[in-house]
């Protein structure tokens, strides 16, 4: 069974700073990794995903994320936010030998608010 | 961009109410999911879809039911609602055949409460 932690519900930053919104995930098989994000009102957006080679990602929007395999860690960043990256952030993985049959597990999301 | 289309986009309704939330994707993707929402919650896949007559229900137990008998249309049904139905439901779909490694694209959900 694979799960994930989202370790902060919310994480509240002042415009231009940077940001970390870790994920931690738990699973007895190779993974892939995903972060989605949503924006008041409107559904997921794929954010970036790690699938194999370099473990630093890089996303849409200014965001990367690094693949730790030792500590099944997969944190997002970005160097520095903006008031439009308000939003929920969703890290997932899913099971590499799944197939067709595979199951995306979600965390529970963190909402990222960036003041002005 | 993504062309997944979810209607109504919120919706109240009274107890014991028959309700389809609606869902078509202009992508050509052949595999489709509905997932529930609450909030501080992770998504809980709640149906999936192959194709064209394929439906399997998902990880969370639901009293709705699915039908896909156009590949771009997925609705869900709830044939009597209950105020634990009240949720916001989210449909995707995937490219690629639907494979672990495969982008899902979703639609801006159905914000659905039951009085």
């Known amino acids: 069974a694979q799960s994930v932690t989202q370790l902060d519900s919310q994480v509240p930053v002042f415009e231009e700073a940077p940001v970390e919104l870790r994920c931690n995930y738990s699973?007895?098989?190779?993974?892939?990794l995903f972060w989605y994000v949503q924006y008041p009102n409107q559904g997921l957006q794929l954010l970036l995903k790690?699938?194999?080679?370099?473990?630093l990602v890089k996303g849409i929007n200014g965001f990367e994320a690094e693949f730790n395999k030792s500590q099944t860690s997969f944190h997002l960043r970005k160097p520095s936010v903006h008031i439009s990256d308000t939003a929920e952030y969703f890290c997932?993985?899913?099971?590499?030998?799944?197939?067709?049959?595979?199951?995306?597990?979600f965390g529970k999301g963190t909402l990222l608010t960036v003041n002005p | 961009e993504a062309d997944i289309y979810q209607t109504p986009r919120y919706l109240v309704i009274g107890t014991g109410k028959k309700i389809t939330l609606e869902c078509s994707q202009t992508m050509g993707h052949d595999k489709m999911y509905w997932y529930q929402q609450d909030p501080g919650m992770e998504l809980h896949l709640i149906h999936y879809s192959y194709g064209v007559n394929s439906t399997e229900k998902g990880d969370l137990s639901s009293e709705s039911t699915v039908s896909r008998i156009r590949t771009e249309h997925f609705p869900l049904t709830l044939e009597s609602a209950r105020p634990s139905h009240t949720s916001q439901y989210l449909c995707?779909?995937?490219?690629?055949?639907?494979?672990?490694?495969?982008?899902?694209?979703f639609g801006p959900g159905t914000r659905l409460t039951v009085l």
């Open positions: 995707a779909s995937s490219e690629f055949g639907g494979l672990a490694a495969d982008t899902q694209y």
């Open positions: 699973s007895s098989v190779s993974v892939y």
């Open positions: 997932a993985v899913s099971d590499r030998g799944g197939g067709s049959n595979y199951k995306l597990t």
């Open positions: 790690y699938l194999s080679g370099s473990t």
